[in-house]
């Protein structure tokens, strides 16, 4: 593959591991709002956005679905935690690879965002104890899409307005650690790149039809 002009990463298990700092913030969310630490965990699944998280496990644990005003409520104490318990969170780390990768794309002339299920706020918050914000100039989030291939097109829409024309598929690379990651980025006209730090394999991403697959981030990137 060629170097690519536009390269957006995934958060979780991709960029960062938050030591389950997300799933304690929402579990706090419901309890200071329902008196229900709700488990996010019992009601979705990996790759889902924040939106989808908030709505299905308040269906789960309310048994109804939530008005505008509820879900607004919700997001905004779940970030209030998040916020905090991030920081305090034992299990977060950096993972390997991640700042040489960033620096080698940057140095490059490639421009780097982030596409994130997380709402912005949340996806922001993520990488503030690993510095990582500075590297990204633009990004897709699940408040810009509840839908996953949506929030990927919109950060592509932002990748091509920064570069200057629209990005033909072998142009822009998404990297993610989830089938999801990959099946987006091929709806949203992009390279899916698979990286297993998250709870895929290899074999798993390959066999959801990554254009390549990494170990982690430390190994050779396509293009560079």
Not at 28 to 36: E, T
Not at 104 to 132: H, Q
């Amino acid at each position: 593959m060629k170097k690519p002009l536009a390269v957006l990463f995934d958060i979780d298990e991709t960029l960062v591991h938050t030591g389950g700092a997300g799933g304690r913030s929402w579990a706090a969310a419901f309890d200071d709002l329902y008196g229900i630490p709700a488990d996010i965990g019992q009601h979705t699944s990996s790759g889902e956005t924040d939106p989808e998280v908030g709505r299905e496990t308040f269906v789960g644990v309310i048994g109804r679905d939530p008005e505008p005003a509820e879900l607004s409520k919700l997001y905004a104490r779940y970030l209030w935690h998040l916020a905090d318990i991030i920081h305090e969170s034992e299990g977060y780390r950096v993972e390997p690879g991640v700042d040489a990768l960033l620096k080698s794309l940057t140095d490059a002339g490639v421009v780097i965002g982030v596409i994130s299920g997380a709402m912005e706020g949340a996806a922001r918050t993520k990488m503030e104890p690993g510095r990582l914000g500075r590297y990204f100039v633009f990004g897709g989030y699940g408040s810009d899409s509840a839908d996953r291939d949506e929030a990927t097109r919109a950060a592509i829409r932002k990748a091509s307005l920064l570069v200057g024309h629209d990005l033909a598929p072998d142009e822009v690379f998404v990297v993610g650690d989830t089938p999801h990651d990959i099946t987006s980025a091929h709806a949203a006209g992009a390279r899916g790149i698979g990286v297993a730090t998250g709870h895929y394999s290899a074999d798993d991403l390959e066999k959801a039809g990554a254009d390549a697959v990494l170990a982690d981030l430390t190994e050779a990137f396509p293009g560079l």
